[in-house]
């Protein structure tokens, strides 16, 4: 198979000539090795190469709706047994799975032919996919350009043609944004749809879950019809669908009442190619015969970002006690931007905590109202468009003071003067709307609708329902139809 052909099909396309015999496991395998090859050098996408198991694994009796496609996992809370898992840490480098993850078990019960892992933040605890342990994985649409996090690594490889499908995660928008920064389908499935287990039931208290990025709508149906489900470690049985989702993606939805805003009050204004993105979308959606219409934001954004960032620096401190307390690691194995994170989590009191995770039924009941009166939220998926590599990180004099304030166990103090509310608008200003759908247990979907005058990808968010899924990737398939977007790989510069 040559490359023009590989790239010319998505995940089901090749598992399509695969099972016709066109070409075998091993030829598709080999195609993506050399595209993985000629362009990853410049990206960054993959940081852990596994040819071995690979080659052992086109040899199996493959069978399921994707067998024989190339498959990349995200080097987080995906663990392949016997196969390197370092959640981007240089604190659990050279740390080996034990045994598979739920996920992953069911992507191999699919047939997929898994021969890497892709690049993820320290702990997925970033928008961007900068960790020092691997370094800075570049969109493929402008090589200067983040291509989002935390499942950056798996969104480069998809767009620029190493595999048509990869596993993410999306614990506050790390499906969304990259899907968004890079011209891809990505959807976050609703709380508990997707499971956790074996060693986690509910991770991030039910934020987050896991999925996958695909330039196709179908591939992403597909993918969810492949991981919906409990296992033994769900808290619940979610509600599947009866009939699986790639099956019933030409049905129509009908007329559909979608109000649509750009404003954010963690943005100091809003970028201009957000609300062309939005705008865009909405005359598409009118075209199509929705209702559409602009609305006020129907939630407390501010409060929001603030609960769902004290929820994950408490999460951060935890984490790295567990892993400081299981393997030995000292403050030198962590990124003094998660050590920042795990501070500021343990200056959070049990009550803060506490009423955190309670003022989620604050929104939840706002999204429910909107609701009410709206079948779906549009919005931007991100605050701007993908931002230059590296332009997050902290200036040199920062960085000294957050190492004094670390020594000195200063954070209690700096965040009674505001220094939260600073970090809330520095880490979600250019991606404020995503963390909705995570603090709500909605399903969301990121589609790229929209490019910027530079050539940039940025998508639009949809937030729909509990259990809206299949309407969600129904409508996205209309939109799939009426504006392709499959089919405009990035040229690599």
Not at 87 to 101: F, I, M, P, Q, V
Not at 238 to 262: Q, W
Not at 349 to 354: D, M
Not at 410 to 428: E, K
Request: charged share 25%.
């Amino acid at each position: 198979m040559d490359e023009q052909d590989y790239l010319a099909h998505d995940g089901l396309g090749l598992a399509e000539l695969v099972a016709s015999g066109e070409v075998k496991p091993d030829d598709l395998l080999a195609a993506a090795r050399s595209r993985a090859d000629a362009v990853d050098p410049r990206v960054g996408a993959i940081c852990t190469r596994l040819d071995e198991y690979a080659d052992r694994r086109v040899t199996e009796q493959l069978s399921g709706p994707f067998a024989g496609v190339p498959f990349l996992l995200k080097d987080l809370h995906q663990q392949l047994a016997g196969e390197p898992s370092a959640d981007g840490s240089r604190s659990l480098a050279g740390t080996k799975a034990e045994r598979n993850d739920t996920v992953v078990q069911r992507w191999l019960d699919a047939g997929l032919v898994v021969f890497g892992k892709t690049n993820t933040p320290e702990f997925g605890a970033k928008g961007v996919t900068e960790p020092v342990l691997f370094g800075p994985t570049r969109n493929p649409w402008a090589l200067d350009r983040t291509p989002g996090g935390s499942s950056g690594g798996s969104a480069a490889a998809v767009a620029a043609g190493i595999v048509p499908v990869a596993g993410a995660s999306d614990g506050g928008g790390s499906i969304r944004i990259p899907a968004a920064c890079t011209g891809l389908v990505g959807l976050k499935p609703g709380r508990g749809m997707v499971p956790s287990g074996p060693d986690e039931s509910e991770p991030l208290g039910g934020l987050a879950t896991q999925g996958v990025v695909s330039r196709t709508v179908r591939d992403t149906a597909a993918m969810l019809d492949v991981l919906a489900g409990p296992d033994d470690m769900s808290p619940y049985d979610p509600a599947v669908p009866d009939r699986p989702l790639l099956s019933r993606l030409e049905e129509p939805t009908g007329p559909l009442r979608i109000g649509y805003t750009a404003a954010s009050s963690l943005r100091d204004d809003v970028h201009p190619e957000a609300v062309r993105a939005v705008e865009h979308a909405a005359q598409l959606l009118t075209d199509l015969g929705h209702h559409v219409e602009e609305v006020e934001p129907p939630y407390d954004d501010r409060q929001l970002g603030q609960d769902f960032l004290t929820v994950w620096f408490v999460r951060q401190a935890n984490e790295i006690a567990r892993i400081k307390r299981e393997t030995g690691a000292g403050d030198d194995a962590f990124e003094q931007d998660t050590r920042m994170m795990a501070e500021l989590g343990r200056g959070f009191s049990a009550t803060e905590l506490q009423a955190a995770q309670e003022r989620r039924r604050d929104h939840v009941a706002a999204l429910a109202r909107f609701h009410t009166g709206h079948d779906l939220l549009l919005t931007p998926s991100l605050g701007e468009p993908p931002i230059r590599t590296g332009s997050l990180n902290m200036p040199a004099p920062m960085q000294w003071l957050a190492e004094a304030m670390m020594r000195t166990k200063s954070f209690g103090v700096l965040r009674r003067t505001g220094i939260v509310d600073q970090v809330v608008r520095n880490n979600l200003g250019w991606v404020p709307y995503t963390q909705l759908a995570n603090m709500t247990g909605r399903p969301a979907i990121s589609l790229p609708l929209h490019l910027t005058p530079e050539g940039l990808p940025l998508g639009v968010q949809f937030v729909g329902r509990l259990a809206s899924e299949g309407l969600l990737l129904r409508l996205a398939r209309t939109l799939e139809v009426a504006a392709p977007w499959d089919g405009h790989l990035p040229r690599l510069r």
